[in-house]
């Protein structure tokens, strides 16, 4: 089979993490498992004659907030649409939405491929609010109507043709929810719903040739699945072509146990959503002093972090390690800070040490405790104090692991853990570090047999037994170096 060229352009709902629905001043709830159907319910949201809408000014802020994150012309005078079709969970047989004339329109996201070393530039055309559907569901023969979800305020963010390979749509959007979780936009979890992503893939020859028939895939709600999706469907049409065949534009769903698309509707079946201006809301106009506001609102892009952590020279795993949470890369750049206040030393100095700890042994107990960076046993300042004296050099690698799990265990001071260690002891000479290694050597002749007859990671053994008796003085390597030659 030829290879086919790759076309996908996304369409992206946002859960906006306001504090009032869209168009009224029902709580907007983002975890509807623990919510009573059905409670969180006005007039306005559900339909009920006579209620009209206002646009809530939280959700404005925040719709307007992720305009500026996504670098949109953010436009003076917009105006809300109606988009009409009737379906069991829309109450007010309608969705307002923005068609014509979005607030947010010609944006831009930068993210980075292959392990943070290239950066691709995805267009949107435009970043747009409307407001969400309730929820149906199906059980025992009966379909059930829930409408806390209704009325919920959505930016659905619609991007150009640009993307070529399902490593880029899922890099891109994996920047796009670290967007707006940094900055407190919306939490955008994929298996809650907070983030619905629609993928529409085509496949054409050449970069000469017209776009081919799109193909839109819904119904995906996890990065995994999305990269199954679009290679499934770019395998499916490129079968489709090479048999001669064709196909018309199209909706399918995604079945992922089965690993295979769904035909849903064809252009023939789709609705006509009869768009018309919204009769009960006015245009919305910005005014300068929100223009004013927002100009010094600080929004923070995490592609610009990984930029800068680039240059620190970490690598893909200390990066992941830090973007993973905002408070973790917080975490980090408050102790860096901090101690290029306080000392000499450049923060390029300190922060491959820094991280070192963050992404390995903190990391690991904040996972083994289900608990938080926040909640570390340990201040701020200790860890500076424990930064400073890595740095200063004096002690090996094996020592500040020590320290590192003792102040993770117990919040104690490193200088009190050295001193209880007996690490600020004078360094032990080799002769002496020989004559225990071979006591351990005498005490444990079947170890001994097993490396002498071809199991030579046993030595690890001895190394490590060796580290117990010197408290973390010795350097594994001289260790090894020395139990190679009494093992011969």
């Known amino acids: 089979m030829s290879e086919y060229i790759l076309t996908i352009g996304l369409e992206i709902h946002i859960k906006l993490k306001s504090a009032n629905k869209m168009f009224c001043q029902c709580k907007n709830e983002q975890n509807f498992d623990n919510l009573v159907p059905n409670t969180n319910i006005c007039p306005v949201c559900t339909g009920q004659p006579g209620a009209l809408p206002t646009l809530s000014a939280d959700v404005l802020e925040k719709a307007l907030l992720l305009g500026k994150a996504l670098q949109c012309k953010i436009n003076e005078t917009s105006r809300f649409d109606r988009k009409s079709y009737f379906y069991p969970d829309l109450p007010m047989g309608y969705q307002i939405t923005q068609l014509y004339h979005p607030t ?143 196909f018309t534009q199209q909706t399918r769903g995604w079945d992922d146990p089965k690993g295979e698309s769904y035909l849903m509707r064809s252009k023939e079946d789709a609705l006509d959503y009869r768009y018309f201006p919204e009769p009960d809301l006015p245009p919305l106009h910005i005014n300068d002093e929100t223009f004013k506001r927002l100009n010094t609102q600080e929004i923070v892009i995490p592609h610009n972090i990984i930029k800068q952590l680039n240059e620190y020279g970490f690598n893909k795993e200390y990066i992941n390690a ?83 799990d003792e102040m993770l265990s117990t919040g104690k001071n490193s200088e009190e853990i050295i001193k209880e260690k007996g690490f600020d002891a004078p360094a032990m000479d080799n002769d002496e570090i020989a004559l225990l290694a071979k006591e351990i050597v005498t005490e444990n002749p079947s170890i001994v047999e097993q490396y002498k007859g071809g199991k030579t990671t046993t030595i690890w053994f001895f190394i490590g037994q060796l580290m117990k008796k010197t408290w973390g003085k010795t350097s594994p390597k001289i260790a090894q170096e020395i139990f190679e030659k009494l093992l011969k």
């Open 104 to 246: 947010n329109t010609q944006g831009q996201v930068s993210f980075f491929l292959d392990n943070y070393t290239n950066e691709r530039t995805i267009h949107i055309q435009d970043a747009h609010m409307e407001n969400d559907t309730g929820k149906m569901i199906h059980a025992e023969g009966q379909a059930m109507l829930d409408f806390n979800r209704a009325g919920t305020p959505l930016v659905e963010i619609v991007t150009l043709p640009d993307f070529r390979s399902s490593e880029e749509v899922i890099e891109f959007l994996k920047e796009l929810q670290r967007i707006v979780r940094y900055n407190n936009i919306a939490d955008a979890d994929l298996e809650k719903g907070q983030m619905r992503v629609d993928v529409n893939i085509s496949v054409r020859k050449s970069e000469s040739d017209p776009f081919g028939t799109r193909v839109e895939v819904k119904n995906i709600n996890s990065f995994g699945m999305i990269k199954r999706a679009i290679e499934h469907e770019k395998a499916r049409q490129e079968k489709i072509y090479e048999a001669g065949e064709t």
């Open 322 to 404: 830090l973007i993973s949470d905002k408070t973790i890369l917080d975490y980090f750049t408050t102790i860096l800070s901090s101690l290029t206040t306080w000392s000499e030393w450049k923060p390029e100095d300190f922060a491959k040490l820094i991280v070192k700890r963050i992404a390995w042994p903190i990391a690991a107990r904040m996972k083994e405790n289900f608990a938080t960076i926040d909640t570390l046993k340990f201040s701020h300042r200790q860890f500076n104090e424990f930064i400073i004296k890595a740095q200063a050099g004096s002690l090996m690698e094996n020592q500040l692991k020590i320290i590192m």
